[in-house]
């Protein structure tokens, strides 16, 4: 299992990737077929976030979904252990969805609204930069603002909405991007209240995917 450590505006010494090296042997118990764990430092400069100065974002990269976890704390080892936590809990979520092939899956309530009810303001104009590689991301000031837009590019299957519902819990997030699978559009699954979850779907077909209804 390949562990890639980096920093983003903090150093990071030999003493802490060792802890992590450490820490992170229980994810080659929970998931056999690991190929590698991206481990990302990141520390706050605003003395107003000390509580939250330090900041483990952790990816699991394997065959099958990406998994992620990430904490915040005053200390990184604070951080990197509770990311952890999330992170074998996770681990064990998938795992035990493999194991039993044979459980009943009951979907969620699931609210299907036209996209123009549930979308936010269009943003202003903004620079586009062009991504190539699974995983990069990249950073650009808005103008003379001083917003800093991320954009990060994931390579996407297309799937269920159960699935998609799945992968959201196992990264961590409270949205997540995907194909339908049975209508080859567009798609973002959400959490809403409880044990709800949203979809919104672009009226638009992805090029090279058929919906499941033209495959039987």
């Given at each position: 299992?390949?562990?890639?450590?980096?920093?983003?505006?903090?150093d990071?010494?030999?003493?802490?990737?060792?802890?992590?090296?450490?820490?992170?042997?229980?994810?080659?118990?929970?998931?056999?077929?690991?190929?590698?764990?991206?481990?990302?430092?990141?520390?706050?400069?605003?003395p107003?976030?000390?509580?939250?100065?330090?900041?483990?974002?952790?990816?699991?990269?394997?065959?099958?979904?990406?998994?992620?976890?990430?904490?915040?704390?005053?200390?990184?080892?604070?951080?990197?252990?509770?990311?952890?936590?999330?992170?074998?809990?996770?681990?064990?979520?998938?795992?035990?969805?493999?194991?039993?092939?044979?459980?009943?899956?009951?979907?969620?309530?699931?609210?299907?609204?036209?996209?123009?009810?549930?979308?936010?303001?269009?943003?202003?104009?903004?620079?586009?930069?062009?991504?190539?590689?699974?995983?990069?991301?990249?950073?650009?000031?808005?103008?003379?603002?001083?917003?800093?837009i991320?954009?990060?590019?994931?390579s996407a299957?297309?799937?269920?909405?159960?699935?998609?519902?799945?992968?959201m819990?196992?990264?961590?997030?409270?949205?997540?991007?995907?194909?339908?699978?049975?209508?080859?559009?567009?798609?973002?699954?959400?959490?809403?209240?409880?044990?709800?979850?949203?979809?919104?779907?672009?009226?638009?077909?992805?090029?090279?995917?058929?919906?499941?209804?033209?495959?039987?």
């Open positions: 299992m390949e562990i890639v450590v980096v920093g983003r505006h903090t990071v010494p030999e003493r802490f990737r060792r802890h992590v090296e450490d820490k992170l042997t229980k994810v080659t118990q929970l998931s056999p077929l690991v190929q590698r764990v991206d481990v990302e430092v990141t520390h706050e400069n605003n107003k976030l000390s509580d939250v100065r330090e900041r483990v974002e952790l990816t699991v990269r394997a065959k099958g979904p990406v998994i992620r976890a990430e904490a915040a704390a005053d200390d990184r080892y604070g951080a990197l252990d509770l990311a952890i936590d999330k992170l074998i809990e996770r681990l064990r979520r998938s795992r035990d969805r493999r194991k039993d092939h044979r459980r009943t899956y009951v979907t969620a309530p699931v609210d299907v609204r036209p996209y123009d009810e549930v979308r936010s303001p269009e943003p202003e104009p903004e620079e586009s930069v062009p991504l190539v590689v699974d995983g990069e991301a990249v950073e650009h000031q808005l103008g003379d603002s001083p917003v800093v991320r954009q990060k590019l994931h299957d297309a799937m269920t909405v159960d699935d998609a519902v799945y992968e819990e196992l990264v961590g997030h409270d949205f997540f991007l995907f194909i339908d699978k049975e209508t080859a559009r567009p798609s973002a699954v959400y959490k809403r209240k409880g044990w709800t979850y949203g979809v919104v779907q672009l009226d638009q077909q992805c090029e090279g995917v058929l919906p499941v209804s033209n495959l039987v």
